[in-house]
């Protein structure tokens, strides 16, 4: 599934109802990021009266690191309208998070809900080096420990253990997301995926955990 030009801007199909077109869209969007290839899109006010009058309806719902080298609809060559995005440092889950999701995926229809970690991330590397936490930074260290000693239990214990604990931390929430009655719904009616997928800083390029 490609986007389409229409009046010299470039947007995809209204709706999209199947997770495998959704994932197809955010695939090519990563792509033509990573080429240096994005399309024109369109941010006039007319498309956004547009969206106040008619809804939204994004196509895939993104639970993303708050990380600001990490513009989530950057990297997936989309517009306004497109993503529904919850970014929390460290992309954990929590009661509010989880509540985000859920209402894209049942409120909004969004077939697809991705859980996006990335390289370098600073809140996997403070549960790692772990010290003092101050305030509520604390509950995000203590979300992503788990995965710190699950990696750990392996041996691993040289600089492979940031990229192992980031790729655990993401599959760790994919499977947190699974405990939902909400998607549990959707999931059994073939409605709706979820992967995790991560974005590397250097290259652009998004990795899904298929």
Same mark, same amino acid.
């Given at each position: 599934?490609? @986007?389409k030009a229409i009046a010299g801007y470039y947007t995809r199909p %209204? &709706?999209?109802?199947? =997770?495998? %077109?959704?994932l197809a869209l955010l695939k090519e969007g990563n792509q033509r990021y990573t080429k240096g290839e994005t399309l024109k899109h369109d941010i006039s006010e007319e498309k956004r009266n547009s969206l106040v009058m008619k809804g939204q309806k994004p196509f895939? &719902? $993104?639970v993303a690191c708050s990380d600001s080298r990490i513009p989530v609809e950057m990297i997936f060559d989309q517009?306004? #309208?497109d993503l529904f995005v919850i970014r929390v440092a460290g992309n954990v889950l929590g009661p509010l998070t989880m509540g985000s999701v859920e209402y894209g995926v049942e409120h909004l229809h969004a077939p697809l809900v991705i859980i996006l970690g990335h390289n370098h991330c600073g809140a996997v590397k403070a549960s790692i080096e772990g010290g +003092? &936490? =101050? #305030?509520n930074v604390r509950a995000i260290v203590e979300k992503i420990r788990p995965a710190v000693e699950k990696v750990r239990t392996t041996g691993t214990t040289n600089d492979t253990i940031y990229e +192992? &604990? %980031? @790729?655990? @931390? $993401?599959k760790a929430m994919v499977n947190e997301l699974q405990t939902s009655l909400v $998607?549990?719904?959707f999931l059994q009616d073939g409605k709706l995926q979820i992967l995790g997928a991560k974005y590397y800083q250097e290259t652009g390029k998004v990795t899904f955990f298929e």
């Amino acid at each position: 599934m490609s @986007n389409k030009a229409i009046a010299g801007y470039y947007t995809r199909p %209204e &709706v999209i109802s199947s =997770p495998y %077109e959704a994932l197809a869209l955010l695939k090519e969007g990563n792509q033509r990021y990573t080429k240096g290839e994005t399309l024109k899109h369109d941010i006039s006010e007319e498309k956004r009266n547009s969206l106040v009058m008619k809804g939204q309806k994004p196509f895939a &719902v $993104i639970v993303a690191c708050s990380d600001s080298r990490i513009p989530v609809e950057m990297i997936f060559d989309q517009g306004i #309208g497109d993503l529904f995005v919850i970014r929390v440092a460290g992309n954990v889950l929590g009661p509010l998070t989880m509540g985000s999701v859920e209402y894209g995926v049942e409120h909004l229809h969004a077939p697809l809900v991705i859980i996006l970690g990335h390289n370098h991330c600073g809140a996997v590397k403070a549960s790692i080096e772990g010290g +003092e &936490v =101050p #305030g509520n930074v604390r509950a995000i260290v203590e979300k992503i420990r788990p995965a710190v000693e699950k990696v750990r239990t392996t041996g691993t214990t040289n600089d492979t253990i940031y990229e +192992e &604990v %980031e @790729n655990t @931390n $993401i599959k760790a929430m994919v499977n947190e997301l699974q405990t939902s009655l909400v $998607i549990q719904n959707f999931l059994q009616d073939g409605k709706l995926q979820i992967l995790g997928a991560k974005y590397y800083q250097e290259t652009g390029k998004v990795t899904f955990f298929e």
